[in-house]
């Protein structure tokens, strides 16, 4: 059903300072905001802490974007997001949610939450479902049909077979978009959905996809985890990166991939003693050749004119955020490495000291 949510803060820990994100979004009020937020798990008989599932989280989130947490499995995002909810309290730190406490009762109500994994009453239709989330809700009569119908507008799904059709012959696809339509009952301020894409086909990522830019569109204020860089490119206003507990970087996508100074050029003809002398990585292919460009591309162009040599291709040479992605988790874990190598070499050197005293000279 429809679950509440807390807020978010800009990051200490980012390894991008430009990319705070702050400047994103100068004249828009901040809508979700996290402080410090920390969370660490006990388990067993004895309560041992876990290792920390979240460090000292600090995020921002402004009034009606669109915001994408990226990371890899186990990274803390589901974590981040129950926190946000209200559905687990944190260790240290605090969220807001429209300027008050994670969990607060008003609040929820102005909220819409899709898990990763929705359960559904198997045995009833996706009306009478809808008809049950309405209720909880307060919406009754005429005014929850309406509301029911627009929504099943808005997800596609048909009525007629929403009302005959048992949830236990639902595809995934259609799941999830009951899913999200039960997420949007209450006309939510902030929605908050968890690996939308999940499980679904290339038609439902795009169905899913399409639902979100129609909420975009309302002015709707998105907070979604997800594994599918493709589509959260293509939909975010901002993106944050989490890596095991920790925020690495955070901000607009088009200032974290950056505007690179070099191209990416396609040919034929020409002088290869020139080319040497302007391009780096030249390979050759079906009659092509092909390499990296650092210089002005405008004299590039004039002396490829001047050798006859022709230009098939000339473009930025720019990172997806899947290659982004994955240079800011190894970069992160590198370190981690080195730092842990170094902890451990200074306990080791400590101990040695210990059991002998002084080391003789």
């Not at 290339?202 to 979100?212: A, D, F, H, L, S």
């Not at 162009?301 to 988790?329: C, D, G, N, W, Y």
């Amino acid at each position: 059903m429809t679950v509440a949510s807390p807020p978010s803060t800009p990051p200490p820990s980012t390894t991008l300072p430009a990319t705070n994100g702050v400047a994103a979004s100068p004249h828009r009020p901040v809508i979700i905001r996290t402080e410090l937020l920390r969370k660490v798990y006990r388990t067993g008989f004895w309560l041992k802490a876990a290792p920390p599932s979240l460090k000292h989280c600090s995020l921002d989130i402004y009034k009606g974007e669109t915001f994408g947490l990226l990371g890899p499995n186990g990274a803390g995002k589901t974590t981040l997001l129950k926190l946000l909810l209200g559905i687990i309290r944190p260790t240290a730190g605090g969220a807001t949610l429209m300027g008050q406490p994670a969990g607060d009762g008003q609040t929820k109500a102005k909220i819409g939450y899709l898990p990763e994994n929705p359960y559904f009453y198997d045995y009833l239709t996706g009306w009478e479902f809808l008809s049950y989330t309405a209720g909880l809700f307060g919406i009754k009569g005429s005014a929850q049909k309406r509301q029911i119908t627009y929504l099943l507008d808005l997800v596609q799904l048909d009525v007629r077979s929403a009302k005959k059709k048992q949830m236990r012959r639902y595809s995934k696809g259609m799941l999830q978009r009951v899913g999200m339509a039960q997420a949007l009952m209450n006309d939510p301020e902030i929605v908050f959905l968890d690996e939308p894409m999940s499980g679904l086909d290339p038609t439902g990522r795009y169905q899913v996809r399409e639902i979100i830019l129609s909420l975009k569109a309302q002015g709707k204020t998105l907070f979604f985890n997800s594994h599918v860089l493709s589509d959260v490119e293509m939909i975010c206003d901002r993106i944050a990166i989490l890596d095991q507990g920790e925020i690495v970087c955070i901000g607009a996508i088009k200032e974290l991939l950056g505007n690179p100074d070099y191209y990416k050029v396609k040919g034929h003809g020409g002088s290869l003693d020139v080319l040497d002398t302007w391009l780096k990585n030249i390979s050759f292919r079906d009659g092509y050749w092909y390499g990296t460009m650092h210089g002005d591309p405008f004299e590039f162009m004039s002396t490829m004119r001047l050798m006859k040599a022709q230009i098939a291709k000339l473009e930025v040479a720019k990172p997806t955020l899947e290659e982004f992605f994955m240079e800011q988790i190894q970069q992160r874990r590198s370190i981690a490495a080195i730092e842990q190598e170094r902890l451990a070499r200074s306990k080791a050197g400590k101990k040695r000291w210990g059991r002998g005293g002084a080391i003789a000279q």
